[in-house]
Structures are given as C-alpha cells and as structure tokens.
C-alpha cells in the first residue's frame, strides 16, 4: 500500500509538471510610457547615460559587448550593433528605433533581458523622448566627485605591499600608510670564537617631510592614503610606493622622497621595472571603470606613453619581458593582456595578445625569464600558466583555497610565488606545474609578496600587519617583522 501512495505521488507530481510544461508562455508584458512634464529638453548625459549605466553597460561596454554593441559611451552607442547598425538608434524616430522598442518590450530580444531587472516606466519614457527629440549629442560634461582620503585609522595596518631588494639584503613593507626597510644584518663573532650571526633587524622608515593631510597638517608617513603596491629598481638604488592616485620615488640610502607623481584616477595597484632599469609601468584605475597602464621614465619620472582603455576594469598587474618589448597586464575585467611598446614617445602601445580563461579578477601576472610564458593569479582561487606564442592556456595550478592576491617571479627561473587570502604563500615552476614549497606562519589574509633575484630571500605582506621574512630555499620563517613601536605595543600586550 506505502509503495502504491508513493508511486501514485511520483506519477501526479510528473504529471503536473508536464502540465505546466506544455502551458505556453506567457510574453512579458510592454512597459507603458507616462507623460514625464519636463520644462526642459532630455539630455544625454544628465537623463539617459546614467539609466544605461545603472541597466545596460554590464554586458554592454568595455570589453564585454554582447552583440557587438557598445553603450560606454555616446559615439559608441550612435553606431550601433552588428546587426542592427542603422535602426538601433534612429533619430527622431523612437518607433524605428530597436534601443527603445526593446527597453519597452515592444519586440524581441527585450533589454535587459528577464532575468535582469527591467527598465521603469520613467527610464523607458526618458530614452523614447531623447530619440523622438532628435537623439541628440551631450552637452554637459558629468564631473566626478572629489575623492579626498584622510589618515586611515590607527588601527589599519595591513601589509599591502612588499619588495626584496634585488641583492637580497633589504626588505621593504609598507603597514598602513607607513613604509619601513629592514635589513640583514651580520653580528661578528666575540673574541671567545664562535660563528658570525645574521638577522633580520628594522632599519629606517621612509616619511615624506612635506606630506600634508587635507586639514593641512604634517602627516609623519610615506603617503596619507594606504600603501597599496612596491618596487625596488634593479639596482636596489631606488624604491616606488603607490598609493590612492600617487606614486612616490624614493632614494633608499638617503631615506628621502626624489619625487612624487600624482594625477592618477585612483589606486596605483601595480609597479613593475623593466629588467634594465629604464622605465617603469603602474596599474590601477578606479573599480568598473577603464583600467589606467602607464609608463614612465624611471630617470626623469615622466610618462613616456599609456594604454587608453586597455582595461574595462581596474588593472591590479603589470609585468615587462626580460628584453623590455612587452608589457603585460591584468585586471578586473578577467582579462590577461600584453602590449607592444612603442619606440617612439609620442605613440600609443598596440595590444598583441589577450588570454581569457580567469572566471574572477586576475590579481597578478608574470613572465619567465625566457618570454615563452606568462603566469597569472586570479580571485577565482586559480593559478594559470600560458603559452605567449599559441596564445593559450597551458595549465590550471590548483592549491590556494581563496583568491590569489598576488604573484612575483623569482629572478631569471621559471620558479614563481604567490600568495592568497586563505593565509598560504606557494612556490611554482611554470614549467611543469609542480608546488616547490610553501611558506607558513601567516594568520590572516596575505595581500602581497616579493622574492630576491636568486629566490634566498621570500617577503610577505598580511593583514595582520606583519611583513615576513624567510628563507626562500627551505621556507624557514627567518623574521616576523614589525616597526620598533609597534614591537613595543607587542611586548605589552604580551606583559598584560
């Protein structure tokens, strides 16, 4: 009897949903137009760019546009799609015009589509009278709200970036808006015998005497916002900070600020040098908007060219090919890209090859030394090796179990490090996939990591505030490294 109520509510249930799968489908209904009583014409970037920013511009501009129709912009817009060029947009005419008919769901495909939330019947009534009023061009120009940042909390810390010096001997790591040096130092055996000793020991800060806060006070740091990206020149003379829309160089033996760059659109998430020292490249730009890849003259800090628009989204890497040539990016948008830099000034770089295939933010990118391969991390917890000449994804490196935050290569190896917000740091060879070695002792989140030109030396940089040191042959932790008053704020919480 239990089998035959069983069978009897299998068979109805069946039954009921075939029921519901041959009742036809119902269209959605169009969305009705109102009477807007405006006192004034629409304009375009005051009434109608904001409704495709906030409904259509996802799958619609940058480097994602379906159907080949770009909405980023008003001249992008005005030309249409690969099917529909001339009727997406006929001025004066909204009945003929695809963009509105579709909004309205007045025909197929409707934009957005059902699963998106649809346009209201005010955004649909302000796009049919744009196009009924002619279409027309903008006339005013949106300006963007100035960001103005403060001192971060006292209790904002993160180690957010890292950098070894190329000789190994000096470790850099910022720690909230603050950039400390450490050194290793040899302590010469006593007269009884015995061995000399070297340790990792805190040398210097870097503080920029002129950095002022908003309020015009002196702010005792290396920027005012937090420090978000290193790099040491190869000849270990120089060092860059990025941080919100800046960049400082920095003579390391003086401790002293040569310049500061600004004009940035936002973070500088990325500083990479060339192998020979003359020049250098910074990613960044603000979240979904165009990623901002420039480079400079590392001797004069000046721009020597830039990417316009390389990125739909924020670039968090940049990476030049041993001979300098090539630059290679990645960013929010998924996409893994390399450009050819000009020989001349004055001329823009050309995009030689896109790599898709990271399903999240590419966090960071890197070649072997012999420019045959890249390497990418990404926040979809995955590592990837390419092949720069097919244009194609080699391999698929598993082991982090949250995003990778970040990759650096070590020296002229094919043997590369990440690190990732799970708190592991991870050795590879691009070669053959294989985990070297890890490195442990993080608690938390690990946002940055940087390693010596022959791989003794591994630096991490972790939310916790901690920058750490260690040998990067074995994966021993040499130093859990911290600025003298913050090892003071240590020991007494220890005490109570």
């Not at 509510?9 to 269209?27: I, M, N, S």
């Not at 806060?213 to 290396?222: E, V």
């Not at 072997?368 to 092949?387: E, H, M, Q, Y």
């Amino acid at each position: 009897m239990l089998r035959y109520t069983l069978c009897a509510l299998v068979l109805g249930t069946f039954a009921l949903a075939q029921d519901k799968k041959d009742e036809p489908k119902k269209d959605l209904e169009p969305i009705p137009v109102i009477d807007l009583k405006l006192t004034e014409p629409v304009e375009y970037n005051k009434h109608v760019a904001p409704i495709f920013a906030a409904k259509c511009t996802v799958c619609h501009s940058g480097s994602v546009t379906e159907g080949k129709f770009d909405m980023g912009t008003y001249e992008k817009l005005m030309k249409g799609g690969a099917k529909r060029k001339d009727k997406v947009i006929v001025p004066g005419k909204s009945a003929e015009s695809f963009l509105y008919q579709s909004c309205a769901r007045l025909v197929k495909p409707i934009m957005p589509p059902k699963s998106e939330e649809p346009l209201n019947s005010r955004e649909v009534s302000l796009i049919k009278l744009w196009i009924d009023q002619g279409a027309k061009a903008p006339t005013t120009i949106i300006e963007k709200a100035k960001i103005i940042v403060n001192l971060p909390p006292a209790l904002v810390k993160p180690v957010r970036a890292v950098a070894v010096s190329p000789d190994g001997k000096l470790v850099a790591g910022s720690r909230g808006n603050q950039v400390h040096l450490f050194e290793l130092k040899t302590t010469p055996a006593d007269k009884k015998g015995g061995k000399d000793t070297t340790e990792w020991v805190y040398a210097k800060s870097l503080f920029d005497p002129n950095l002022k806060t908003p309020d015009g006070k002196t702010a005792k740091a290396a920027h005012v916002s937090l420090v978000e990206s290193m790099a040491f020149a190869p000849d270990g003379k120089t060092l860059i900070s990025g941080s919100f829309q800046e960049l400082t160089v920095w003579d390391v033996a003086k401790a002293e600020p040569k310049a500061r760059v600004s004009g940035f659109a936002d973070r500088v998430c990325a500083i990479g040098f060339s192998a020979d020292g003359t020049k250098f490249a910074t990613g960044g730009g603000a979240p979904t908007e165009d990623g901002e890849i420039k480079v400079f003259d590392a001797a004069t800090a000046k721009v020597l060219t830039e990417v316009k628009a390389g990125h739909s989204d924020t670039v968090f890497g940049v990476a030049f090919s041993a001979d300098g040539k090539l630059l290679a990016t990645c960013g929010a948008d998924k996409f893994v890209k390399v450009w050819e830099l000009p020989a001349k000034t004055n001329e823009a770089p050309k995009l030689a090859k896109t790599f898709e295939g990271h399903t999240h933010h590419v966090m960071g990118v890197g070649w072997t030394p012999d420019g045959k391969k890249l390497a990418s991390c990404g926040a979809d917890n995955f590592v990837k090796v390419w092949d720069y000449e097919k244009g194609e994804k080699l391999r698929d490196m598993q082991g982090h179990q949250k995003q990778v935050t970040a990759l650096t290569f070590v020296g002229k190896t094919a043997q590369f490090v990440t690190g990732s917000g799970d708190t592991s740091v991870r050795m590879w060879n691009a070669d053959n996939g294989g985990n070297v070695r890890q490195f442990t002792g993080a608690p938390d989140f690990v946002y940055a990591v940087s390693a010596s030109g022959d791989g003794a030396v591994v630096a991490t940089g972790c939310e916790d505030g901690v920058l750490r040191v260690y040998n990067g042959t074995n994966g021993t932790l040499l130093k859990a490294a911290l600025p003298p008053d913050a090892e003071a704020k240590k020991e007494e919480s220890k005490k109570k």
